[in-house]
């Protein structure tokens, strides 16, 4: 399942840059994240509870940065699993200056969900994930905001 987006934020990248990569405010942020603990430099363990359609459930996983080239790019690879199954995905980040002299996020990436969520939510999933997305980014902006 392919997933992306594009969002303008009203700061300069350095602001962006470091609120993204910031364990209280992906804690905050993520859709359901009841848990987010640093593991090691970029890596973290995170409990979140999802749902789509009539399924829903906790899941725990991990999620790695990598790939990173300061406030241009990052490589976001997200594995996680649950009751209803489990998923692994990676989404690339990219940082560049907006015309309004703030700063634009764009996000492609690319998920696997596997097990009784793909075979009953398939259908909803891309709905799904850009609906999460959006909730994400917009805390994000609140965020920035402050």
């Not at 997200?78 to 703030?102: I, S």
């Amino acid at each position: 399942m392919k997933v992306e987006g594009s969002f303008t934020f009203d700061a300069p990248k350095a602001k962006v840059w470091d609120l993204l990569l910031s364990p209280k405010v992906l804690a905050d942020c993520i859709p359901g994240c009841q848990k987010l603990d640093e593991v090691g430099p970029d890596s973290y363990e995170v409990v979140m509870r999802v749902g789509v359609a009539a399924v829903s459930g906790t899941y725990t996983g991990k999620v790695v940065v990598t790939d990173k080239i300061d406030m241009v790019s990052y490589k976001m690879i997200v594995e996680g699993r649950g009751a209803g199954g489990g998923v692994k995905g990676e989404g690339f980040l990219n940082f560049e200056d907006a015309d309004n002299g703030g700063t634009q996020v764009s996000v492609v990436g690319d998920a696997r969900v596997t097990g009784i969520v793909a075979r009953v939510g398939q259908r909803l999933m891309g709905n799904a994930s850009k609906m999460l997305m959006k909730q994400f980014f917009e805390c994000l902006q609140s965020k920035v905001a402050q």
